[in-house]
C-alpha cells in the first residue's frame, strides 16, 4: 500500500484541533454545559448563547467527534490511499477492502475520505464556534482507547469506537422506500440481518477471499447508511429546539451535508444487492440480489425517499427525511441507537455516561425568543 498522505493530514488536523481547542475542557457531572463566558473583544461573538443551544450545540460536536472517529477508520483502510482519484490513478495499488468498495462505486474509496473530511470539518467547527462563543469545547481524547484493525494500512492510534462488532440497524433501507412514517408509529423489518460482524478488515487475513472481503464491504455500505440516516434525522429534530437564528444555519447547514452523506450511501448500498456484486456469503451472512424478486420495499434502484406521511396522515404524502421527532431521532435515541450499533462495544462506562447526558441536556432544549 502506497503511503497515506490524506489519512496523515486528517489525524494532523485532529491533533490540531485537539491542541488547540481543548485548553481545561471537561465534560462530567454537572459541567456538561462547560464555562459559558462572552467575548468582550468582539459584540457579534460575544451574544451569549442561550442553555438550550449551548446544550444542542455540545451533543452535536459530541456526534460528530464520533463520526469522525469511525469515519477515519473507514478512509485508512478503504479511503483513497494514493491521495489521487482512481479515474487519475487507474494503476494504484488497492488493498483487498479498496477493491471490494469499488466493486460498488469505482469512486467509493474517494467517497470514504470525502466524508471523512466532511465529518472531522463539523466537528472541527462546532468546537471552534462554541470556543468563539465562550464556551468549552468537547473532548474525547481521553476515551481514545480502543484497539482498531491492524490490517496493513491502519494506523496504531487509540479509537473512541469499534467498527469489529457491529450490529448493523438496516431497517432504513426499507423506511425510506415505504409510504409510512415513523413519528406515526409506523416500524419497519431489516431489510439484512447484520449482527456482530466486522465492517472493516481487522488483520491482513480479511484481506483473503474475494467473497469474505466483498461481505465485509457490502456490511460497511449498509454502516455508512445507517451513521448518515441517523445523523440527517438528528439534525432535523434538533433544529427544531434552537432558538439563535445563527445556530439555526449551522444546524441547518450541517444538517444538509449529512442528508447529501447519505444519499450517495443510499446509491451505495444498493449496489451491494445487485448483480454483479449480489448474491455473496461469508459466514453465515448473505446480500441477496434485491431485483429478483422485484420488490419495491427493496428495490435497489429507489435511491430518493420515496412519499411518506408528514405532519399528518390526512395530508397529500409527502417525500422527506424521516424521523424528525425526539423519541426516534432525538440525541437520546442516537445514543441509544450507536450503543445498539455496537460503535461502543469496549468503551468506558463513564464515556457512556457522559454522552447519555449531553443527549439528555440537548432532547430538553426548547426554542425559545
Ligand atoms: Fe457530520
Ligand atoms: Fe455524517
Known sequence: MKSNTDVAQMKNRRSFLRNTLTTGAVVAGSTVLGRHKALAQDSEASAELRKGDIAILRFLAAAELIESDLWQQYAELGGLTSGLPIEVDPNQTLNAYQTALSNLDSDGPQYITSNTIDEISHATFLNGYLQSKGVDPVDFSEFETLQGST???????????????????????????????????AAFPQAIKITNRTAIPRTDADFEGTDHIQVIANTAAFHFGFIEQGGSSLYQALSQKVSSLEVLKITLGIGGDEIAHFLEWVDFSGNAVQVPVAPVSDEGLTFPNFFNPLNPL????????????????????????????????????????????????????????????????????????
Open 151 to 185: 490490517a496493513a494500512g491502519a494506523l496504531n492510534v487509540g479509537r473512541l469506537t469499534n467498527l469489529m462488532h457491529l450490529n448493523v440497524d438496516t431497517s432504513w433501507y426499507i423506511r425510506y422506500r415505504s409510504s409510512t412514517n415513523p413519528d406515526f408509529g
Open 298 to 369: 427493496i428495490q435497489p434502484s429507489l435511491i430518493f425517499p420515496v412519499p411518506c406521511e408528514f405532519i399528518s396522515p390526512n395530508l397529500p404524502r409527502c417525500s422527506v427525511i424521516r424521523p424528525t421527532n425526539d423519541r426516534f431521532a432525538g440525541a437520546v435515541a442516537a445514543i441509544a441507537s450507536f450503543t445498539h450499533d455496537g460503535l461502543f462495544v469496549g468503551q468506558q462506562k463513564e464515556f457512556l455516561r457522559i454522552l447519555q447526558q449531553m443527549a439528555e441536556e440537548a432532547d430538553a432544549a426548547r426554542r425559545e425568543f
